[in-house]
């Protein structure tokens, strides 16, 4: 990412339709909230922290195909790895959920020109498919928090079988999203 570019998208934020100021509104809060959610698991806000992410985050939107925003999640990932490191914590589901949130809102910004306004559809289809990871991702945190500090016996098995279960879903999609679907 060059000043020029930055500069130029800039400029192209300010003819932003409606609907890209709440998205970039929206990303910035979520990615700031997932920093502060860390913060308040580890009993303490470190406002550099929200700061730098806050202002990775003001780069991701106005630059939304740069690498801005996979810096403003690892960096949130890092804090929660240093700061928190509390999986079983309700707060973990805040944090993912930001995160989430920041990552549909600037993808479908890097997608879309500034001016554009993105049809209900589009934004159903996006919607439902961010559900279902925030789904999936509160159904792993409560077999995580329901299995904290508590020793399974055959736990090393049991991952095994997770891990073959997982793949064969992964490659089964993969499967039927790449299959032909034949003349239309």
């Given at each position: 990412m060059n000043t020029g570019a930055v500069t130029d998208a800039i400029g192209r934020i300010w003819a932003a339709s409606g609907q890209r100021w709440a998205l970039i509104v929206l990303a910035v809060l979520a990615i700031v909230g997932a920093s502060m959610s860390t913060g308040r698991v580890a009993g303490h806000v470190r406002v550099e922290m929200v700061v730098l992410v806050a202002v990775l985050a003001v780069l991701a939107v106005v630059v939304p195909d740069s690498h801005a925003a996979t810096a403003a999640i690892a960096?949130?990932?890092?804090?929660?790895?240093?700061?928190?490191?509390?999986?079983?914590?309700?707060?973990?589901?805040?944090?993912?959920?930001?995160?989430?949130?920041?990552?549909?809102?600037?993808?479908?910004?890097?997608?879309?020109?500034?001016?554009?306004?993105?049809?209900?559809?589009?934004?159903?289809?996006?919607?439902r498919r961010g559900a279902v990871v925030l789904v999936a991702t509160v159904v792993v945190w409560g077999g995580v928090a329901s299995l904290d500090g508590r020793s399974v016996p055959g736990g090393v098995a049991l991952v095994l079988a997770a891990l073959v279960a997982l793949t064969v879903v992964v490659v089964a999609a993969s499967v039927r999203s790449t299959a032909d679907p034949g003349p239309r």
């Open positions: 960096v949130v990932a890092i804090q929660w790895f240093l700061e928190a490191d509390d999986v079983a914590s309700a707060w973990s589901l805040v944090a993912a959920t930001g995160l989430v949130v920041f990552h549909l809102a600037v993808a479908l910004m890097a997608v879309t020109p500034v001016h554009a306004v993105v049809c209900a559809a589009v934004l159903t289809r996006w919607a």
